[in-house]
């Protein structure tokens, strides 16, 4: 019984980890219908930020506070220079993102040289709770994961910028007609997609290390996650993330880690084959 | 760019005055200058062109799917690592070695495994998108390199090292000079194939694929058949480029079949220019000429130096290398033509 509640709160935890990561690619997936190579290295500069922030003797957290703004400004940066030119061709951009990627990655493993550095949790320690221990942190994780959902919904739902992002999604020619800059809701979606990104790989730091190699172990996954859920809503994307997150961190309870870990992906290409819409489909919320 | 109806009105009339064609003077050239390194290069330099040789044989393959069909597929190494693993285990377990039968049963494994992928990807009641097939590639990329990498059969991590050598009857074919004119002989023969392939009328109706899927659709071609069947050939091209490498190595490791392979090959055949035979070639031989002479001095540098160079090529020169000396229309080209008594080519 035990055991069963220590892996229920492993795979919910992993699959928040998931979603957090998906989330972002999934928001640019479905608004400019580009798939960012990149966002695994969003994942890695903010996990490198909250690294830098620790060895300059800073508390941690002030670093997983300010991943998410560097990051998303970083974001803007390249959606302004670079990203906005591939949104007509969805495999130049797949080609261009992942140029982009490998010379973030190449740089971040260049400073720190190609180790394995870990980082701090901080909040560390563990609750108890009957006869199991739960990590503090990643309950921390679980519920930062659950808040960021629900304000990204409520700034798609509820704000006048969510009705305008919605609006350039359903609609982008319309949208312009009736004097939103689809062009600056672009570029605020890519900085918005990719500050998740940066909070994700800060909050994950603690859990997995810094390594330039983090963000891609989550980037195939990703994408797989977004197809399987839907491109084009916000709760497709979260609902394939919970699926695959759930499948990846449950499987391997069951069977050979290896097997599992290419089961899902084979299982989710084939529920795509056969559902190419993904869970959900439409555009909207 | 010019659409398939035009470049086939353009293809039947021959022109009165036509500009000098550039291609068959870079492929001469490049043809002798291969004929000639190994007369001049040290011996180590020779291996390694040799290994250049087959990496070009390999990045065809991929401008073939990519450069004339317009698939896009990110898992290109799965057919030349796993031809690489096929050969290598024929090699250690069954102890076969001789040529004939390891780079048939190299080209063998990349077709089948090619068809297999590109039949569950491409095939089908509706039409399989883009991003669809390439991240399906991709992730059939890392689905095997995980396996290979956790599966003890196939050495795990380590790969299958010492792999026997080659042998053409009782001749051992190791590295050196004679490894280096095999390869080459079968890279002017695959090149050669290919180049009739793309332009005869099958070849146009690849063009067309990439230019417009729906047209060809409505010209009552069978799209989805035209692009498993040039997904299997590349597949099987790429098979033989990956038996000659692992024997050319002498051992195969994940990475041949993972995603960092895969992308090396877009990078070739996009830096050298997709849609042109010889812009693969050229591309893989810049490319590994320049990481070879870079690697012992800038090795930290030079991936960064590879990323931002194709982050340049894509932006400002999505055609690659080769459109600085080679005109679009000759990157087009013509196509064969039709053969006597039927209105549409071959299907």
Known sequence: ?285 | MTDVSSTLSEASPPRAKRRRAVLPIIEIAMLAVFLLLPLVLQDYLTVFMTRVLILCLFALSFDLVWGYAGIMSFGQAVFFGGAGYGVALLGRDLGISSMLLVVPAGVLIGFALALLIGGFLLLGRNPSSVIFVSLGTLTASYAFDRLARGWYYLGGQNGIPSIPQMTIGSYDLGEGPVFYYLALVILVAVYAVCRYLVRSQFGLALAGLRENEQRIAFFGYKVQHLKAIIFSLGGAIAGLAGSLYAFHEGFVWPNMLGVVMSTQVVLYVLFGGSGTLIGAVIGTVVIEIVSFWLSNSYQDIWPIILGALMLLVILFRPAGLISLIVSHSERIGSFGRPPKGSDHGSA
Do not use: C
């Open chain 1, 1 to 285: 019984m035990e055991n069963l509640f220590a892996a229920l709160f492993e795979i919910l935890s992993f699959g928040s980890i998931v979603v957090l990561v998906v989330l972002g690619l999934g928001i640019i997936a479905s608004m400019m219908g580009i798939f960012n190579f990149a966002q695994g290295e969003f994942v890695l500069l903010g996990a490198y930020i909250t690294y830098l922030a620790h060895t300059a003797g800073l508390p941690v957290w002030t670093g997983m506070v300010a991943a998410p703004f560097l990051v998303g400004a970083f974001g803007l940066v390249l959606e302004r220079l670079i990203v906005r030119r591939f949104y007509a061709a969805p495999i130049v951009a797949m080609l261009g993102t992942y140029a982009l990627g490998l010379i973030i990655r190449e740089i971040v493993r260049g400073l720190i040289g190609g180790l394995y550095i870990s980082v701090p949790e901080p909040i560390g320690g563990s609750i108890t709770v009957g006869d199991v221990h739960l990590s503090t942190w990643r309950l921390v994780i679980i519920v930062v994961t659950a808040l960021v959902m629900i304000g990204s919904y409520l700034l798609l739902s509820r704000t006048s910028f969510g009705l305008r992002v919605r609006a350039s999604l359903e609609n982008p020619a319309l949208a312009r007609a009736s004097g939103i800059s689809t062009n600056a809701i672009y570029g605020a979606t890519f900085a918005f997609g990719a500050a998740l990104a940066g909070l994700a790989g800060a909050l994950i730091v603690p859990v997995f290390s810094l390594f330039a190699d983090l963000g891609l172990r989550f980037l195939i996954q990703g994408f797989i996650a977004v197809m399987v859920g839907g491109v084009g809503s916000f709760a497709g994307p979260v609902a394939g993330a919970g699926i695959i997150g759930t499948l990846s961190a449950a499987l391997p309870w069951v069977i050979q880690p290896v097997i599992a870990d290419v089961l899902v992906f084979v299982l989710a290409i084939i529920f795509i084959k056969f559902r190419p819409q993904g869970l959900v489909s439409g555009k909207g919320i």
